[in-house]
């Protein structure tokens, strides 16, 4: 078990070093100069030069590098060109609210992709079967925008009853708890079909299973085989998958943060890329890449726990 | 974003030889993927001869006759700008299908090459499909956000980060079949004949992969076009006045509440064609593999 999570690890930290070596190279590249641009467009050529010294930008790619991680390492992710905010700040903000819009898709999402994929499976092949998987198929062929974008018009434009624009509060007060319905609902709703194909595969391939047979010859009753012996083992595999894509969730959310203005990181990110604001930019992309790789590793790992058979693998 | 890979995407049909004629007739059969390819081809046709179909000039405004309901001016009513929806919606389609197949095509590629290289040489496949497993931990918005960031937000930032998205879900179907093939009797054969590698791999391996890699492309292809169209209505892809559906749908939010049909329809597009080929890939893997019909 250890050994599994040291060498998931090991394959991590080059993974991470290459994340940040294209954040490095992502300032390079561009054609601006920072210096010029801290100094401001009046400065005399002696201070842009001091400021070169100071930023240690004449110093060897290789050293900058160096120089660049032992910043990120205390916490530096420079300042914002547009807002002279420093990025370490603005990400602090925005964190919260994009983890509490994937959380409160999530709760809904999974346990409603479940029931339909445990519900299709268990009566395949008939209407209710064929309605649900057609059901998803639209699903995940649906725009997230147009979702977000039809739940505004109808919720509030048409039947003005729930607030669209931002969040209006902390989760916990009636207010905030309002404000997230409808970034929830857009979200978590492209998250279903895929949940419940998962499932329905899933579950149809555990009720072929002999041990399933067996608690059928037992005498068991249906609602026995199906929560007990079906179930149990078939949820297994579906909690992993949605595990690992719950990193791509994050990609619905930079989006649903766009159509409802939620001061999320995706939308940070987006601002500051449309703005060519580079130091927030840079620092929301390793956020995000970083945030992925410890998603992936944190299911990698979890997935060992729960099933041993992967670990010799 | 439905840039959530759908798992069951990747179990594709076994390889080997199928019969043409039945696969035809078992997609036939399938009332549902021949309204998709019916779709599909009314698409593609619709795409490619936009500049003839398109009763006005999509650049053309008419300020006098903004924000038209359809049916009121024109056929499907005029945009913000005064430009007719059905030709705006024409050429959008046009850049969005455009978008969507340089970007399979350069990442299929790409990855398809990786693929049979990782397949062929065991002594690469190590290093090469662990560097496919770290592009395929990174979702394809997160790729579209930094190449944005570099080469600064439009069409070829897009297909960049697209086809970089592409090119490990391609290695993987591309290897996972061709080691198959690779087992088979004849292979053998052709090799203790003496043949080279390059001439088994495309005369032997990669016609027999063909099935796979259809199936594959065309589900990859609804998927891309929901997020370049995603990527796009955040305003890092087409940029105006260029006509690209997922912008069309950004740029009607402003009238969303008086003039639905500026963001709707252009949605709507996108939805019906993803869901097209969405449709059409899960036929083809069902007639091209009966043992998932269950």
Same mark, same amino acid.
């Not at chain 1, 920072?34 to 467009?41: C, F, I, L, S």
């Not at chain 1, 002696?46 to 100071?54: M, N, P």
């Not at chain 1, 669209?164 to 319905?181: D, H, K, M, N, V």
């Not at chain 2, 963001?263 to 869901?275: D, K």
């Given at each position: 078990m250890l050994r599994h999570t040291l060498q998931?690890?090991?394959?991590? !930290? #080059? @993974?991470?070093?290459?994340? =940040?070596?294209?954040?490095? %190279?992502?300032?390079?590249?561009? +054609?601006?100069? *920072?210096?010029?641009?801290?100094?401001?467009?009046?400065?005399?050529?002696?201070?842009?030069?001091?400021?070169?010294?100071?930023?240690?930008?004449?110093?060897?790619?290789?050293?900058?590098?160096?120089?660049?991680?032992?910043?990120l390492a205390q916490g530096d992710l420079g300042v914002s060109i547009i807002n002279n905010v420093p990025v370490v700040q603005e990400l602090g903000n925005t964190i919260g609210p994009t983890l509490?819009?994937?959380?409160?898709?999530?709760?809904?999402?999974?346990?409603?992709?479940?029931?339909?994929?445990?519900?299709?499976?268990?009566?395949?092949?008939?209407?209710?079967?064929?309605?649900?998987?057609?059901?998803?198929?639209?699903?995940?062929? !649906? #725009? @997230?925008?147009?979702?977000? =974008?039809?739940?505004?018009? %109808?919720?509030?434009?048409?039947? +003005?009853?729930? *607030?669209?624009?931002?969040?209006?509060?902390?989760?916990?007060?009636?207010?905030?708890?309002?404000?997230?319905?409808?970034?929830?609902?857009?979200?978590?709703?492209?998250?279903?079909?895929p949940v419940a194909r998962m499932t329905r595969t899933s579950v149809l391939d555990e009720m072929g299973a002999d041990h399933v047979r067996t608690a059928r010859a037992k005498g068991l009753g249906e609602m026995r085989v199906l929560l007990r012996h079906t179930l149990r083992n078939a949820l297994v595999p579906v909690v992993t998958l949605i595990g690992l894509q719950i990193g791509f969730l994050l990609g619905g959310a930079v989006v649903t943060e766009t159509v409802f203005s939620w001061p999320g990181i995706g939308r940070l990110a987006v601002g500051a890329i449309l703005s060519s604001d580079l130091p927030m930019a840079q620092g929301t992309i390793i956020v995000l890449s970083l945030g992925f790789i410890l998603i992936n590793l944190t299911v990698d790992v979890l997935y060992a726990v729960l099933d041993p058979r992967v670990r010799g693998a | 974003m439905s840039a959530i890979p759908d798992p069951l995407a990747t179990s594709l049909p076994a390889v080997g030889t199928v019969r043409?004629?039945?696969?035809?007739?078992?997609?036939?059969?399938?009332?549902?993927?021949?309204?998709?390819?019916?779709?599909?081809?009314?698409?593609?046709?619709?795409?490619?001869?936009?500049?003839?179909?398109?009763?006005?000039?999509?650049?053309?405004?008419?300020?006098?006759?903004?924000?038209?309901?359809?049916?009121?001016?024109?056929?499907?009513?005029?945009?913000?700008?005064?430009?007719?929806?059905?030709t705006r919606l024409l050429y959008g389609l046009r850049?969005?299908?455009?978008?969507?197949?340089?970007?399979?095509?350069?990442?299929?590629?790409?990855?398809?090459f990786v693929g049979f290289m990782a397949a062929f040489y065991p002594s690469l496949s190590g290093i090469l499909m662990r560097l496919m497993d770290v592009l395929l931990s990174f979702p394809a918005i997160l790729f579209g956000l930094a190449i944005a960031a570099i080469f600064g937000p439009g069409l070829t930032a897009v297909i960049i980060a697209l086809?970089?998205?592409?090119?490990?879900?391609?290695?993987?179907?591309?290897?996972?079949?061709?080691?198959v093939i690779l087992q088979q009797g004849y292979i053998e054969a052709a090799r203790s004949l003496g043949l080279r590698d390059r001439h088994i791999i495309l005369r032997y391996v990669l016609p027999n992969c063909l099935s796979a890699i259809f199936v594959f492309v065309t589900?990859?292809?609804?998927?891309?076009?929901?997020?370049?169209?995603?990527?796009?209505?955040?305003?890092?892809?087409?940029?105006?006045?260029?006509?690209e559906?997922?912008?069309?749908?950004?740029?009607?939010?402003?009238?969303?509440?008086?003039?639905?049909?500026?963001?709707?329809?252009?949605?709507?597009?996108?939805?019906?064609?993803?869901?097209?080929f969405n449709v059409l890939g899960d036929g083809l893997r069902d007639a091209l593999d009966p043992k998932l019909r269950k």
């Open positions: 998931r690890l090991l394959l991590v !930290l #080059p @993974v991470m070093l290459g994340v =940040l070596l294209v954040g490095f %190279l992502l300032m390079q590249v561009v +054609p601006t100069d *920072p210096a010029q641009v801290r100094a401001g467009p009046t400065a005399t050529q002696d201070v842009v030069e001091a400021i070169r010294q100071e930023l240690g930008l004449n110093q060897p790619l290789w050293k900058q590098f160096l120089i660049y991680i032992s910043r509490e819009l994937m959380f409160a898709s999530l709760v809904w999402a999974i346990p409603l992709g479940m029931l339909l994929g445990t519900v299709g499976a268990y009566y395949r092949g008939s209407l209710l079967d064929r309605a649900i998987m057609a059901v998803s198929v639209g699903g995940v062929s !649906l #725009p @997230v925008f147009f979702l977000g =974008l039809g739940l505004i018009w %109808l919720f509030g434009f048409k039947y +003005p009853i729930l *607030p669209f624009t931002g969040r209006t509060g902390p989760l916990w007060t009636w207010e905030g708890l309002q404000g997230i319905i409808l970034p929830a609902v857009t979200l978590g709703g492209v998250f279903v079909g | 043409r004629v039945s696969v035809l007739r078992m997609l036939l059969s399938d009332t549902g993927a021949c309204i998709a390819l019916v779709l599909v081809l009314l698409a593609i046709l619709g795409g490619v001869f936009a500049p003839w179909l398109a009763p006005t000039d999509p650049y053309a405004n008419d300020l006098a006759n903004t924000l038209k309901a359809p049916g009121d001016f024109g056929w499907l009513g005029t945009d913000g700008q005064g430009r007719a929806m059905a850049t969005t299908l455009m978008m969507g197949f340089a970007s399979v095509a350069i990442g299929g590629a790409i990855g398809g086809a970089i998205a592409t090119v490990p879900l391609m290695a993987r179907v591309v290897r996972g079949s061709a080691l589900l990859r292809f609804g998927q891309v076009i929901l997020l370049g169209a995603a990527l796009s209505f955040l305003g890092l892809g087409a940029q105006a006045p260029t006509a559906l997922g912008a069309m749908a950004a740029d009607g939010r402003n009238f969303l509440f008086f003039a639905p049909h500026v963001s709707v329809l252009p949605s709507l597009v996108i939805f019906a064609v993803v869901l097209a």
